[in-house]
């Protein structure tokens, strides 16, 4: 059974930073991209940022420039370091990755989520 755990998180002022990780255990035959997803309230869950498992990455335009994504493919993990964090950043922050747990299988998987909350 795979499963992604997350850390971080919590309560930041605006202009502050945060860093969030995530790995991922299990039974894992390769993980192919991995990604951070967030859901404000009474919002959609969106996209924040995505990488690759040789390393290519994307950022939603609204966190271009203030996050960034990095994975460690031996421990099977992901971060994002979020930096200049805005009030609208506000969220439960979500880690993603699919994996192919055994020959012939490709899944996508959630972790539980952290709240990131910036306020003043």
């Known amino acids: 059974q795979v ?11 605006p202009g502050g930073s945060v860093t969030l990780s995530c790995a991922a255990s299990g039974s894992i035959l390769r993980i192919y991209s991995m990604g951070w997803y ?28 203030r996050f960034t994504i990095s994975r460690d493919n031996a421990k099977n993990t992901v971060g994002l370091q979020m930096n200049g964090l805005k009030v ?28 990131v909350t910036v306020s003043s």
Request: glycine share 16%; net charge negative.
């Open 38 to 65: 967030r859901q404000a309230p009474g919002k959609q869950r969106e996209l924040v940022a995505r990488i690759t498992s040789g390393g290519s990455t994307y950022y939603a335009d609204s966190v271009k420039g």
């Open 88 to 115: 609208e950043d506000t969220a439960v922050y979500y880690c993603y990755a699919d994996i192919s747990a055994s020959v012939g299988s490709f899944q996508g998987y959630w972790g539980q989520g952290t709240q």
């Open 3 to 13: 499963q992604l755990v997350e850390s971080g998180g919590g309560l930041v002022q």
